[in-house]
Structures are given as structure tokens and as C-alpha cells.
């Protein structure tokens, strides 16, 4: 079969098997509403503040990240299914990307096959699905683009082989400006000379010189970076929690997560899940890993290593969230497309491992889905609501129903001041004992049902 249309199949299976993804007809968190009211409340895409590329003195040094989301939200932000879409579009390349590496070391239908899988991994499902995490999904791009032409150099033999060199050296610096997380690359780049050396069998005990130039030059490139970044990675007030006693804990959830097929967010999970389930799930990824690795201790250490290579940065954090271990998908993908190809009950196995990975992914998108919706339906019925009351006296008091998911009607309206042509009241809230008695003598009474829809009950006066 050709490459392309090998790449076809990969983009056809990752639309079809992704299908809830773009049928999202909201979002799923506050990151993406504020971004999208911050780059349409501007006229043209030119008004919008963009991130300056050598403004390195944040805590958040991102700004290509920042301003393709900007310019995305600009153009795509009220119309989510599409917004969707493009974002799962990204994410499809780089499962394209991962199958033109991966043929490098292993067989092509290994290859293949991983590209095809990793398109539904839990990990990966949950940044294809969110646009908050647009940036997962570029770094992660630019560094399988960096790998790719480093590798393209080392088969080389003319004066392309610089070009190249250059050229992979040039996407790793680019990966930066997306996410922090990237400084991992030279890690990944030791891990597969290391590869080379010790269990590839036409290379065994090869040391690939042009892999450790360029590894040498990746890490020059990191340690250049934290250079000038730390003092802002880790500031004395405010970031993110860290500690280095947080390693185990983190660890052991982001080992349980792909297994635990109704889990989210990860976070809190050793408080929501009961003994048995965290057991029995951890037990599933020994199980997968030891099939996978039988007798081999190197394997095992390779496995581990990639796995958690792309949490490296995030394992001391306070919390764990999916998108902190994306690259483990691929690894789980790589590792069941490994176990089809073999003989017997492996391809059994592989298939029964998919279908729990797979079915876990679903639920993902499912989540999504009513997330969107609640939060759609929300802001579509409360601008009904107030459009028609028109009560500039009126203090509007939301009262949800039990089980009404009230965080994401709260989040879809804290960055607005406007939906559509009608400019939002300030006081609309959530909580009685909130009530504003002083400005406001009427009160607007609301009730917010378990699927996001807002209907007026009454109006009362505040006593």
C-alpha cells in the first residue's frame, strides 16, 4: 500500500473514531471561552495584543501557542464544531508524524498500526478534544517534525545532511515557544541512540556520532533555556505546586489512568475510586507491559522510560491531568500494534487491550459532548431569558437543580460581557446570600436544569 494512502486510512479512522470530538457543540473549560471572547471582541485579526516571541520573563512562556490560539479563536470560536475539528486535525498529523518515525525502527504495518491506534489512546483523545490544550498538540508536532529530519540527516550522505541538521535543530527551538515541556526532546533523542546501541540488531553497539552531535546540541538548546527561564519556571509566589515528594504519587496515577475507563481528569482519582478499581487497574498496565516485554529488563526499562519520558517536567506538580502524559498514548498504541503482529493469543490480547483503551476514549468523548451542550444550552436559554425580561431593576438569582453541573454555567458566562447583540446584567449570580439588597429591590428568579437550560420562575421582591 502507498504512503498515502496509508495516510488516508490514518486521517479517515481518526475522523470516524473521534466523531464526538467535533460533535462538541460547546467547550469543555474556561481556557478556551476566555481566549475565544478576548480574540472576537477585537474587529480585525490584526487589533488583537499578540505574544511577543522574546518576552521569555513569564511564568508562561508560550507565545506561539497563545497567538495560534488567538488567531484560531478568531476565526473559528462561534462555531465549536468546527473549532473541533481543526484541532483534531492537528492532532492526525501527528499520528501521521508518529507513523513516518516509528517505520524508522520497526517493521512499516507495526508502524502503521501504532499511527492508526494512537489516534484513540485516552491520553491522546483528551488533548485532541480540548482546545485548551492546543499546545500539547504543536509542541509534540514540531518535535516528531525535528526528529524526523534529524533522522532524514543521518541517512544523509551529501550536503543535505547539514540542511537537515539545521533544519531539525531550528523546530526543536520553535517547539519551545509552544510549551516548556518540550525540553524533554533531548531525552527522547538519548533514548533512541540508546535504542540503537543496545536492541537494535543491525546497529547493536554502534555509537551513532551524528545522533549524540545532535543530541549535544538539543541539550545545549535546554540548558540555554532553563538558563534564562528558571527564575520565571519556578517563582517565589505564585505557579504551579511542586515537590519532588509529589514523584511517586503522580507516577502511579498517570500508570492507573489508561485503564480507568470512566476517569476524566485523573486528579483526585486515589479519593473517587474505590481500592479494587485502582487495583485492578493498575493491574491491567503490569499485565499489558509484562506480555509486551516478556523476559526482557531492557524493554522494561524502555517502556517505563517512554512512557513517563513526556511527564518528566510535570511529575513533582500538585496535580495530574491527561494532557501532562499525551506521548504515553503513543506508546500504548506502539505497544499493542507490537502485540498484534505476533502469533497467538498476543493478537488476542491486543485486540481485548484496544477495545478497553478505546472504550475509555469514548467515554472521554462522551464527556465532552455533555459538557459542550450543558454549556451551549446555557448560554443560548439565558440569553432568551434576559432578552425577554429586559428588567434593567431585576438582580438575576440562578438556582440550579440537583445534579445540574452549575461549574460550567458559571465558567460560560465569568469572561463575558456581552452574547451576541445583548450586553449581560452584572449581577447575575448563583448563591442567595450574594443578593445585592442595596442596588437592587427585584429579583429575577431563574432555574437552571441538569441539561444547562435557564427558565425565569418568577420575579420577587428583595427583602
Known sequence: MMPVNKIAIIIAFGIIANIGLFMNAGYFSHDEIGWGIRAISANNLMEIKYFHLLDYNKFHYRPLNFNIWLASSYYLYEVPQLFHFFLLLCGLVNAILFYFIIKYFVYENVAFLSAMISTVMPSIVFVNGWIGTIADIFWFMCCSLSFFLFLASNASRNNSKYLFFISASIFFI???????????????????????????????????????????????????????????????????????????????????????????????????????QLIISAALHVFFIVLLCRGSFLKYLFYIALYYVGAIPVLILDMSLPHYIYTSGFVLAFGIAVLYYRNGIDRLLSVVFFSLLFTHSVYLQKNYVDSGSYQNNFVNTLYSVISSTKNEHCQYLIEPAFGSKVWIAIRAISFRKTIDDLTLPKDIIFNKNVLNTMDHKRVCNLFLDVDGRVKLTGVSDEK
Not at 516548556?180 to 555509537?207: C, G, H, M, Q, W
Not at 552531535?213 to 533555556?225: A, E
Not at 507516577?251 to 475510586?273: K, M, R, S, V
Request: with cysteine; proline share 4%; glycine share 6%.
Open 174 to 276: 520553535v517547539s519551545l515557544m509552544f510549551k516548556e515541556t518540550a525540553v524533554i526532546y533531548p531525552a527522547v533523542i538519548f533514548l533512541s541512540l540508546a535504542y540503537n546501541f543496545l536492541l537494535n540488531s543491525d546497529k547493536r553497539y554502534i555509537l551513532d556520532r551524528w545522533g549524540v552531535n545532535f543530541f549535544l546540541v538539543c541539550s545545549l538548546v535546554v540548558i540555554t533555556y532553563l538558563v534564562l527561564r528558571f527564575e520565571y519556571l519556578f517563582p517565589k509566589q505564585g505557579g504551579y505546586g511542586t515537590s519532588l515528594s509529589n514523584i511517586p504519587g503522580r507516577a502511579l496515577e498517570y500508570f492507573i489512568f489508561p485503564f480507568l475507563l470512566d476517569n476524566i481528569e485523573i486528579h483526585g482519582l486515589f479519593e473517587q475510586y474505590d481500592r479494587t
